[in-house]
Structures are given as structure tokens and as C-alpha cells.
């Protein structure tokens, strides 16, 4: 049965498509095969993740959206990201979003039919045969973000800790909630080190009524490999990766 991950954020930068990316790398690594598709249309960037550039990208989710091909013709096989690392059966395919300015705008000014997403998620997972489809959302609150919400088994909710993200967070886990999401985690990302990470997930527990996958510091490394790769197949060894396989595992329970 496949199980579908949204991970959201109500602000920008908070590291979305990052922990997207090495979380749904992490979980294709124990064998399985994962879609991950880039619904923050107005603002793409998880491909680079993958060493993806726009010469490559011959088809995108906006082709999709705007008809001119089936979804899984715009589904890239990025399994060399696992750098030979993968189990027996371990995939992991992407669907991006175009890069191209008139495509933007198009979205900008005309928007998309939300129920053909949600009918490219379903055939993804048929035609893929996917074990688990990640969902990088666009920031903030829109009709997409709700269809992702609402068709999730595992809401992830991606924050900073700064006040802004504790208020934009409120709103969204209220809606999630009122959405009736099966299973939904936080995670508080960027943390600095001089900050008691205990006391900071107690107090996030305690103002959302909701689990804390993990609180993740600000690593120098990371921002060193500034998105070029996915820091969990580079840095299989390090502190930050060994927490992010144990949110996998969370969401993958």
C-alpha cells in the first residue's frame, strides 16, 4: 500500500526541499520506490538537488498540467543519487517544475486545475508502482497545499525556530487537523547550536499538541554543499544524517 508524504512549510527557507530530498533518498536507500514531485511551481528548486539543469528537463509537471503529456513522461529516474548506496529494488523518480519564466507566469496568471494533480499523484503511483510519493509543497496556504494535505498519510511540517514560523505553523496544523490528516509530525530545522534542543522540542510539543520528529541544527556542512548534492548520500556518516534517517523511519511506520 503506498503511503503519501507531504512536507510543508507555511514560510520560505525554512530547508523544505531539502529535507524533502534527503529524507525521501533515505527511505528509497531500504529498498523501496519513491516518486517525489515539485508542486511549489512558482518557485521550483529541488532538482538541483538531483544535478538537474533546465537543458535536461525536456518535460516538467507543467507540461502535465497544461496537457501536453501523460505524468510519468515528465518522471526523471534520479536513482544514481543513492551512489550505489540503495537496497535491491531501491528507485527514486522526479517529477520538477519548470524553470522557464513564461511557465511561471503562466501558473501566476491563469493557475491550474488542482484536480489534474491530484489525478497525475494517482497515476504516478500506478504506472511507477511506488511504495511512497513525497510531495514538496509551495510554501504558505493555497488550494494545492490543501489537496496535498488532504490526500496525505504523513504531513510533515517543516519550521525555524523564530516567531514567525511558531505563528504561521499554528495556522496550518489547525487546518491539518481540521482535515482529519492521519499522521502528522513537526520538525524544527536550523536550530543553532547554543540552543538546548530539548527544551526547544518540549516547547514546540507543548504549543502544537503534536509529536517533534526531530530538531535539526544548523550545520556549516550543509551550507557548504549549498544544494549541489543530497548531504545524506554525501555525508552517510554524519551526526544531521543519522537524525534525518530517524525521521524516516518515523515516517515510514
Not at 170 to 191: F, G, H, Q, S, Y
Request: net charge negative.
Amino acid at each position: 500500500m503506498v503511503k503519501v508524504v507531504s512536507v510543508h512549510s507555511f514560510r520560505g527557507g525554512t530547508g523544505k526541499s531539502n529535507s524533502t530530498a534527503n529524507l525521501a533518498a533515505t527511505v528509497a536507500q531500504q529498498g523501496y520506490r519513491v516518486g517525489i514531485v515539485d508542486t511549489d511551481i512558482q518557485s521550483p528548486g529541488i532538482h538541483v538537488l538531483f544535478g538537474f539543469d533546465e537543458s535536461q528537463m525536456n518535460l516538467s509537471l507543467n507540461d502535465y498540467l497544461w496537457g501536453r503529456c501523460s505524468v510519468e513522461d515528465a518522471a526523471y529516474d534520479v536513482t544514481h543519487a543513492l551512489q550505489g548506496s540503495g537496497a535491491s529494488g531501491s528507485a527514486i523518480y522526479l517529477i520538477p517544475s519548470s524553470l522557464k519564466a513564461g511557465e511561471i507566469a503562466r501558473v501566476l496568471r491563469e493557475g491550474y486545475d488542482v484536480g489534474l494533480l491530484n489525478d497525475g499523484f494517482q497515476e504516478l503511483i500506478q504506472q511507477l508502482n511506488l511504495d511512497y510519493l513525497f510531495i514538496d509543497t509551495h510554501p504558505g496556504l493555497n488550494e494545492e497545499t490543501l489537496l496535498s494535505i488532504t490526500i496525505s498519510d504523513v504531513l510533515l511540517l517543516i519550521m525555524r525556530p523564530d516567531r514567525q514560523d511558531f505563528q504561521g505553523t499554528a495556522v496550518t496544523v489547525d487546518i491539518a487537523r481540521r482535515l482529519e490528516v492521519p499522521k502528522m509530525l513537526l520538525m524544527v530545522n536550523k536550530a543553532l547550536s547554543s540552543f538546548d534542543f530539548d527544551s526547544l522540542k518540549a516547547e514546540v510539543e507543548s504549543t502544537y499538541g503534536a509529536p517533534v520528529a526531530a530538531v535539526l541544527p544548523l550545520t556549516e556542512e550543509m551550507i557548504q554543499l549549498g544544494s549541489s548534492d543530497i548531504f545524506c548520500m554525501r555525508f552517510p556518516d554524519h551526526p544531521l544524517s543519522k537524525t534525518i534517517a530517524g525521521v524516516a523511519a518515523l515516517l515510514m511506520d
